[in-house]
């Protein structure tokens, strides 16, 4: 399978604190070649592919943590090519044969490098870097940027007395600071484990970069470089981080899960559907000047009734009439229960044509999710702001 264009790219390095003072940054197409190996190229889009991993927590004994540990129960390959950045997330129990076990093992078996080698085989996909980092990372990360907004469909309640993890959430809104993400995204309890779990994961980075792209934030950005640098383990130098600040200004993110199979206590892939994802996901060619849309069927998420609403359409505005406007098949409008933030939406293991077309038209990131509600659509879309990246697309801007 040939090379994909982008690479892996800095959203971790922005996720995870490799930030200086962006206006002390060089300007876009100043970069230089990563003095830690390949994926940088000079010109006005770098490149560069991560394997974006979190080690999990070691306990020695009861309440008593004593360090990282050597699984990594989350596993990402990121691509970047400018500010565009694509994730696929590798469930943990993804078997690969290195280690003849799960891949959340590879990391123990060979360190930094066996986890590489793992994800580079289980993907076909080449790897230019690595960033592996701890749970106290995401932490320090949100509370840098004041917190994260999350709509919970039902409670989320658990107890792990052992390892002193409480989680009582409520349904509805909640504002989470650091310590609550980090609950939020260990939960594994309830329908789909894993894969909600990754989706969680997904969600909160999302908003994360949202968030780090506002002005108000960059002052922040020095001091947390230098707060969690020394809790990275990457091969990229500071100096490799830092070109790649400028582009984190109108940075856009999409995500996706490796569709999988169950065989037993493992998850397995089919290559050729592991192959026609990969390739759709990295390197689907669209026309959007055409106003052709690939044939789906194609929802647009609304407010749900009662529901206050913050940066997100009106419910009294009138979500269709930028399509109309394109000439592109009219989306059926309905709630969205599930709280879902701006951005394109698909179930994990569904064909991702219609979606990234969506995307790419509307400047809307793209997720997979284990499950999406309502079921049945090919594509769920949530406008921001009464729909503004239709209004672009008409308007011409």
Same mark, same amino acid.
């Given at each position: 399978m040939r090379r994909p264009r982008a690479s892996l790219i800095l959203l971790s390095l922005a996720f995870f604190g490799l930030a200086a003072a962006i206006h002390f940054a060089p300007e876009p197409g100043d970069l230089r070649h990563g003095g830690g190996g390949g994926g940088f190229r000079v010109g006005d889009q770098p490149e560069m592919?991560?394997?974006?991993?979190?080690?999990?927590?070691?306990?020695?004994?009861?309440?008593?943590?004593?360090?990282?540990?050597?699984?990594?129960?989350?596993i990402f390959y990121a691509t970047a090519r400018g500010s565009e950045v694509s994730l696929v997330a590798l469930p943990r129990d993804l078997y690969t044969p290195l280690t003849g076990g799960k891949i959340n093992g590879a990391y123990a078996r060979g360190k930094a490098q066996g986890l590489v080698d793992a994800v580079e085989d289980a993907l076909g996909l080449p790897v230019d870097h690595y960033v592996i980092l701890t749970i106290d990372v995401v932490k320090v990360l949100v509370d840098a940027v004041d917190g994260v907004d999350v709509v919970l469909p039902e409670p989320m309640q658990y107890t792990d007395r052992a390892a002193g993890l409480f989680i009582d959430f409520p349904a509805g809104p909640n504002h989470f600071d650091g310590a609550d993400a980090v609950k939020y995204m260990r939960f594994r309890h309830g329908y789909g484990s894993d894969y909600s779990r990754l989706d969680r994961i997904k969600d909160l980075l999302s908003q994360v970069a949202e968030k780090i792209k506002q002005p108000k934030y960059w002052s922040r950005l020095p001091g947390l470089a230098n707060q969690l640098w020394g809790k990275l383990e990457t091969d990229?130098? #500071?100096?490799?981080?830092? @070109?790649? +600040? &400028?582009?984190?200004?109108? #940075?856009?993110?999409?995500? @996706?899960? +490796? &569709?999988?199979?169950?065989?037993?206590?493992?998850?397995?892939?089919?290559?050729?559907?592991?192959?026609?994802?990969?390739?759709?996901?990295?390197?689907?060619?669209?026309?959007?000047?055409?106003?052709?849309?690939?044939e789906g069927k194609v929802a647009v998420l609304r407010p749900a009734a009662g529901e206050r609403v913050e940066n997100t359409q009106s419910p009294t505005a009138d979500p269709l009439e930028g399509f109309r406007r394109l000439g592109l098949p009219l989306p059926e409008v309905v709630e969205n229960t599930s709280g879902l933030g701006p951005g394109v939406y698909i179930r994990t293991g569904t064909s991702v044509e219609v979606a990234r077309y969506y995307a790419e038209l509307l400047h809307l990131p793209l997720f997979t999710r284990y499950t999406v509600d309502p079921p049945g659509y090919d594509a769920l879309i949530v406008l921001p702001d009464a729909g503004p990246g239709l209004r672009a697309v008409v308007e011409g801007r």
């Open positions: 592919s991560l394997v974006i991993a979190a080690r999990d927590i070691q306990y020695c004994g009861y309440h008593t943590p004593c360090g990282p540990g050597d699984r990594t129960d989350t990229l130098s #500071v100096q490799d981080a830092l @070109a790649w +600040l &400028p582009y984190l200004r109108g #940075v856009s993110l999409r995500s @996706a899960t +490796l &569709p999988t199979y169950e065989d037993g206590v493992f998850l397995r892939y089919d290559e050729e559907e592991r192959n026609r994802f990969l390739s759709e996901f990295f390197s689907l060619d669209l026309n959007l000047l055409t106003g052709i849309a690939p």
